[in-house]
Nanobody
């Protein structure tokens, strides 16, 4: 089992940047694929990005491709989401998740963090 804690959210103006971090407990972080998801008020949780265990495979939602970058540091049990050129529609609670495969489906991730809020003002 793995426990996940997100950080780095906040309020930023449109066009700005934020870097989210997700710290994982345990010594088996490198055995998990990781994903970032987000959920805006009144909307379903949607996938943002995913990364394989080694970091060699990354996947992105079309809405963030070219603006967001997912990466991981297995030595420090952390996965990151660098978010650039932020838009008001990126406003949401952002969650990291751990699973066995890097997919864009929330149903394949059994472990979730509590989320961090991102607000992008226009």
């Amino acid at each position: 089992q793995v426990q996940l804690v997100e950080s780095g959210g906040g309020l930023v103006q449109a066009g700005g940047s934020l870097r989210l971090s997700c710290a994982a407990s345990g010594r088996t972080f490198s055995s998990y694929a990781m994903g970032w998801f987000r959920q805006a008020p009144g909307k379903e949780r949607e996938s943002v990005a995913a990364i394989s265990r080694s970091g060699g495979i990354t996947l992105y939602a079309d809405s963030v491709k070219g603006r967001f970058t997912i990466s991981r540091d297995n030595a420090n049990n952390t996965v990151y989401l660098q978010m650039n050129s932020l838009k008001p529609e990126d406003t949401a609670d952002y969650y990291c998740a751990a699973g066995s495969q890097p997919t864009m489906s929330r149903y394949t991730y059994p472990y979730w963090g509590q989320g961090t809020q991102v607000t992008v003002s226009s």
